[in-house]
């Protein structure tokens, strides 16, 4: 059986399914970057989620930041295909609903969190038609 083609196996998320994420074709025009619908309130998995999935073409994530108050399951470091990245708080003056993404260019990309619908039972359900 050949080694698994990731730094942390035993920590790895399983598959989450396709990444729903649109980034501008611009950086920094706009008030965000893009706009990301994760599956789940779980930061530990949305996160390496993001990271691994995150376009090749606009660069790697090396650090994220987000208010805690958005997610169920907070931390701060998230492991990757790509090893640990070391993730961080905003301040509650700075909002909620965003994530900030620095690239290993030092780029800072500022995305908005689509929460999914959440149901009367509290589960959280989907959003009509995601764009593909």
């Not at 698994?4 to 989450?16: E, G, I, S, V, W």
């Not at 260019?105 to 969190?113: A, F, K, Q």
Request: with cysteine.
């Amino acid at each position: 059986m050949g080694a698994r083609d990731f730094a942390y196996p035993h920590r790895y998320p399983d598959a989450l399914g396709a990444l729903r994420l649109h980034l501008t074709d611009v950086p920094h025009v706009a008030l965000v970057d893009g706009i990301w619908l994760p599956y789940s309130c779980d930061l530990v998995r949305e996160g390496a989620h993001l990271v691994d999935q995150f376009p090749s073409s606009r660069g790697r994530i090396d650090r994220l930041v987000y208010a805690p108050g958005d997610w169920d399951v907070v931390a701060s470091e998230i492991f990757t295909r790509h090893g640990r990245i070391k993730v961080g708080f905003l301040p509650g003056a700075r909002g909620r609903g965003v994530v900030l993404l620095r690239l290993t260019t030092s780029e800072v990309l500022r995305i908005r969190i689509a929460w999914p619908e959440r149901g009367p039972d509290g589960e959280l359900g989907t959003i009509g038609a995601w764009p593909t």
